[in-house]
């Protein structure tokens, strides 16, 4: 680092601008294929409802977060727009398009990123209730000021992402340290890839690692987000000590954080989780060399700052003041008795809290629904609904589908955790009678062909991974029995 340019930190901001873009791209795609039978117009929870409450009441408007729709009236149209828009800009970004301008265009590109994501997430409710959407906005956020191509990124900022991944991990730590027993046992990695929300195609052979690799896995989990995210800002070292010794230990930790998290994207489907904090531990990875000569051309002009050209140094420094504020409540949380999980302290989610899985569930309880065309319930022959992530034929491979995040699949999850059932599920089974089209597109299948069932039902099953000689003899990934009727039969008024 040279003062105010990170001028080691060309390849990682190249990686930060490129690979947040593309979840951008990712994020923007999955709303497009699923918020309007999710949260559209005739959607399970219409996003247009909770608009008109937010207007109609003071307490509303305190409540809802930024969105371009609080000021122009949601359309399925217009959000269709949103994301094309969204689409667009990312791909440009991941091409690299805009970094070739001055560093105001590629700002501009993220920022409108940034507010055109947080429109969405702000009226998604229950379903974009999930630390990564936070995670991407933030992300998001800061690669607005990463700058051009034709000069050095800004120490600054580079500072700061590594704030931001040392939140991500040391924060998960902490929850976990502070969660279950089963962290503190080194037990818990032998239930989590059994019981995950959206098993992966090697989920299974991982459960069935003996328990000494398990107890290991938590092991280095604890070594890898409590110890190892301090060494992220040994770089910051090198503006006093000579040598690549600093440099050194911040890329070696970033390596531990990307290895950890490769696994955890080898295990399981977190949708961007794992993919987005790969992405920013790259930011502490310096290769000294990349980009040398655009910032020599640099410092030959007039009114820069090593490199940097005046006003963007400006810039950059008044984006970290802000953050130097905003971060003392995510600061106190860190270290606070009663640890925030995934929240946010402020309404444009800057500086935020993260964590997950602090506690560690330890049978699996999946929701069946099931539905028939007979007339009598009670003799009815049942047939199933296939979702397209979360377990259900116990002879399929479960896909891989991260970083696409299918967030029907994931509220399904939840479903058993909780006390009783949602209002959006009610609204799901009316939709499976209704045969709507748009809702049956999120499942991976339907078992009547676009017709309208007599009556739906939901059913709880226990699922475990089968054994490897329970898999010789039946071929079946997955052993379940019935536990008990969850809602129904219901059926439609005639």
């Known amino acids: 680092m040279d ?11 190249q990686v930060l601008q490129r690979g ?38 003071k307490r509303g408007r305190r409540l809802l977060r930024p969105t371009v729709f609080r000021h122009v009236r949601y359309t ?57 959407e936070m995670l991407l906005l933030e992300a998001g956020f800061l690669a607005a000021f990463l ?53 992966g195609p090697l989920s299974r052979q991982a459960h069935l690692l003996p328990r000494w690799f398990h107890r290991g896995e938590v092991i280095g989990n604890h070594f890898a987000q409590l110890v190892v995210p301090w060494f992220l800002f040994a770089p910051l070292l090198g503006l006093f000590v000579p040598g690549p010794m600093p440099a050194i230990v ?48 640099a410092s030959d002009v007039p009114w820069t700052v090593d490199g940097i050209p005046l006003y963007w140094a400006v810039v950059t420094g008044a984006v970290g003041v802000l953050f130097l504020v905003l971060s003392w409540w995510p600061l106190q949380n860190l270290f606070a008795r009663r640890q925030l999980m995934n929240a946010a302290f402020n309404r444009w989610q800057l500086a935020n809290a993260y964590g997950a899985f602090g ?6 309880i999946e929701i069946v629904v099931e539905g028939t065309m007979d007339e009598d319930p009670d003799a009815a022959t049942w047939r199933e609904y296939s979702f397209k992530g979360k377990p259900g034929d116990v002879r399929r491979v479960p896909r891989q589908f991260a970083p696409y995040h299918l967030r029907l699949d994931w509220l399904m999850w939840f479903l058993p955790l909780g006390r009783s059932l949602e209002d959006w599920f009610s609204a799901f089974l009316v939709r499976l009678l209704e045969a709507d089209a748009p ?38 990934r997955w052993v379940r029995d019935r536990r008990r009727p969850v809602m129904g039969p219901v059926a439609l008024r005639r």
Not at 170 to 195: D, N, P, S, V
Not at 284 to 297: L, N
Request: net charge positive.
């Open 3 to 13: 003062g105010f340019a990170a001028v080691d930190f060309e390849f990682a901001r």
């Open 20 to 57: 947040i873009a593309a979840l951008f791209v990712i994020a923007f795609l999955s709303t497009l294929n699923q918020f309007r039978p999710l949260l559209g117009e005739r959607g399970l929870l219409p996003a247009p409802e909770l608009l008109d409450w937010a207007r109609s009441s």
């Open 76 to 132: 399925d149209g217009r959000l269709v727009a949103l994301c094309a828009g969204g689409i667009v800009v990312g791909a440009a970004l991941v091409a690299g398009i805009p970094q070739l301008a001055p560093p105001w265009v590629p700002m501009l590109c993220f920022l409108a990123l940034w507010l055109g994501y947080m429109s969405i997430t702000s009226i998604g409710q229950t379903f974009y209730g999930f630390g990564w």
């Open 147 to 199: 700058g051009s191509d034709d000069q050095p990124p800004p120490t600054v900022v580079i500072v700061l992402f590594w704030w931001l991944v040392f939140r991500l991990e040391f924060g998960a730590g902490m929850i976990k340290i502070r969660g279950g027993r089963e962290w503190r046992h080194l037990t818990a990695l032998m239930y989590h890839h059994e019981t995950q929300p959206m098993p």
């Open 250 to 297: 911040g890329a070696v930790a970033a390596v531990i954080v990307i290895a950890t998290q490769t696994w955890l994207v080898v295990t399981g489907n977190f949708a961007w989780l794992n993919w987005m904090t790969i992405v920013l531990a790259f930011s502490a990875i310096g290769v000294p060399g990349v980009g040398a000569e655009p910032r020599a051309a």
């Open 359 to 364: 506690t560690v569930t330890k049978e699996r």
């Open 439 to 476: 809702t049956l597109g999120l499942l991976a299948d339907d078992p009547f062909d676009g017709q309208r069932p007599r009556w739906v039902r939901a059913v709880s099953y226990r699922y475990r991974f089968s054994t490897r000689e329970e898999f010789r003899t039946s071929r079946a």
